[in-house]
């Protein structure tokens, strides 16, 4: 049985994480495009539709491998974790189903319109295209999060005799006081991907003296989305979502933080420490005094409690992964915020372009928020176990006992091979549009 729940839950996290490389650039990319194609709208300037249509190729090809690497995940469902489904089927089945057949098939269709259709359809029909896959991208993660709102923090259901989670209450689903900050923080979170994706390639351009114009563009217009996105992950979205687990799972929001006795007078804030779960304590910490306290409760002596308050069994099952996910994530949006801004100083100072060190640590940090991304994502889903569905449903009690755990090791190794083939092909892909880059034509 440990078997099959490691491999089971090592297949759904390598797919999961291939996966989400690609929607955290489309949904964030669509709203940089729909702006460009506003400012052209506004201006007149061919160079802003120009740039919407160089990213709406990129956007496309990203969309594709985030459709062929999704489909996977929907059969494990069906397959590793049978018993997960037949359980809760009746819940989670609702907004799946909803992304599939509304918020996927706006955003494909249009998309179509939008990569094909401008002659035909003109500029501002054009521009509405644009907007619907936005519009179905931006949808599209809210009815995911409001499914994984739900597994972090169940409403509106009722269990039967059989076991079987449904819905009582509909509307639930959508006020569940989860999916907001959990939502927002999402999303800005993708436009921080996609800010820095654009200004690493317009850094690029500059940097190689090629496609300077556009080049000049994407810096510009990377950095100033960046900084603002990068903000808004912080606080107040990163504060209201962390106040969420303080206040709905609070094993979850001691174990993130390295927090294993609860201390008087208020808790301080780890900055570097080596989680030691044996002795139960942080090796070669480096902390600051009570600030823990304040930026969880606004007061300096606020207690906030250590593992020692909560039973074992409760704990996540991996407080080490958890602790350095969360403190991954932390450190480098710190960093992103502090990079943006030296940027948009520069911008001010109209000095950026010519700025090398800022150019070059905007090529440099392109995998970063791709990193952060990820690791926000292991911190919500590490810090939800040992739970499924949190306090009603274990993990281990989800997944299908018909499916043998080499079975599961072979198909593993199987996507692995095949993701690596996919993931070289993009790149060479990806690749050649940037190389060949925009192109310039009239308005």
Do not use: C
């Amino acid at each position: 049985m440990e078997d099959m729940l490691f491999y089971d839950r090592m297949q759904f996290a390598f797919t999961i994480t291939f996966h989400y490389l690609f929607p955290q650039l489309t949904m964030g990319l669509s709203l940089i495009i729909v702006y460009f194609k506003w400012k052209f709208l506004r201006t007149q300037v061919g160079h802003y539709n120009d740039a919407a249509k160089f990213w709406m190729r990129i956007f496309a090809l990203n969309f594709a491998m985030g459709v062929v690497t999704g489909i996977p995940m929907e059969f494990q469902f069906g397959t590793n974790w049978a018993k997960f489904s037949e359980l809760t089927g009746g819940i989670i089945g609702q907004t799946l189903a909803m992304e599939g057949m509304f918020s996927f098939f706006l955003e494909s269709s249009f998309l179509g319109l939008f990569l094909f259709g401008e002659k035909l359809l003109g500029h501002k029909l054009h521009f509405v295209t644009g907007f619907l896959v936005f519009l179905g991208s931006w949808a599209s993660g809210f009815l995911i999060i409001a499914t994984h709102s739900w597994m972090q923090h169940p409403v509106g259901y009722e269990i039967l005799s059989n076991g079987k989670f449904v819905l009582n209450n509909f509307t639930a689903l959508f006020s569940n006081p989860w999916l907001l900050p959990s939502y927002l923080h999402n999303q800005l979170a993708s436009l921080v991907t996609a800010s820095f994706v654009m200004a690493s390639i317009g850094a690029f351009y500059i940097l190689n003296n090629r496609h300077s114009s556009f080049g000049k563009l994407f810096v510009k217009t990377g950095v100033v989305f960046g900084l603002v996105s990068s903000v808004l992950v912080a606080f107040p979205t990163g504060d209201w979502a962390a106040k969420n687990v303080v206040e709905h799972q609070p094993v979850t929001f001691a174990a993130m933080e390295g927090l294993f006795e609860t201390q008087d007078g208020g808790s301080e804030i780890v900055l570097i420490g080596q989680p030691n779960v044996v002795d139960k304590k942080l090796d070669n910490k480096i902390a600051v005094p009570n600030i823990l306290s304040f930026l969880t409760y606004k007061k300096w002596d606020a207690e906030v409690k250590g593992l020692n308050e909560f039973e074992p069994e409760n704990y996540p099952t991996n407080i080490p992964g958890l602790y350095y996910a969360y403190h991954i994530m932390v450190g480098l949006g710190t960093l992103f915020i502090a990079l943006m801004a030296a940027g948009a100083i520069q911008l001010w100072r109209k000095k950026l372009y010519a700025t090398k060190w800022i150019l070059w640590s905007l090529l440099f940090f392109l995998p970063f928020p791709y990193i952060a991304n990820t690791t926000g994502w292991y911190t919500a889903e590490l810090g939800r176990q040992p739970w499924l569905v949190y306090n009603l449903l274990r993990t281990s009690e989800g997944i299908s006992p018909t499916v043998s755990s080499g079975n599961t090791l072979f198909t593993l190794l199987g996507f692995i091979g095949l993701y690596l083939l996919l993931g070289m092909l993009f790149l060479i892909l990806v690749g050649k549009i940037i190389n060949k880059g925009p192109v310039t034509t009239e308005a």
